[in-house]
Nanobody, 124 residues
Framework: QVQLVESGGGLVQAGGSLRLSCAAS????????MGWFRQAPGKEREFVAA???????YYRNSVKGRITVSRDNAKNTVYLQMNSLEPEDTAVYYC??????????????????WGQGTLVTVSS
């Protein structure tokens, strides 16, 4: 089974930028549809962005225009570029893989493998 490792989180001032990375490794080198989700303290996990096998993209309406998801299949890595960050973006960010190819990209139940998460903190 594929394993996922997120990186790139940290502390940033409001208005700043971060790029999160999600590296895939394991027994398979196949590319999967990939999703990004986040969870803030006391809040439910919510969809942020997703990218399909053909690089089709999907976004949460509230982040569209500030956040861009992309992938580099040669590196088995997916990225989440976040600009104009706001304190409301503070959360643990998770990447996830749809390994069975049957995906509603906005639903966490579509994803079978999850990374450990990386914390993003945006100060006001």
């Amino acid at each position: 089974q594929v394993q996922l490792v997120e990186s790139g989180g940290g502390l940033v001032q409001a208005g700043g930028s971060l790029r999160l990375s999600c590296a895939a490794s394991g027994r398979t080198s196949s590319q999967y549809s990939m999703g990004w989700f986040r969870q803030a303290p006391g809040k439910e996990r919510e969809f942020v962005a997703a990218i399909g096998r053909s690089a089709d993209t999907y976004y949460r309406n509230s982040v569209k225009g500030r956040i861009t998801v992309s992938r580099d299949n040669a590196k088995n890595t997916v990225y989440l570029q976040m600009n104009s960050l706001e304190p409301e973006d503070t959360a643990v960010y998770y990447c996830a893989a749809d390994t069975d190819g049957r995906i509603n990209p906005r639903s966490p139940s579509s994803y079978e493998v999850w990374g450990q998460g990386t914390l993003v903190t945006v100060s006001s």
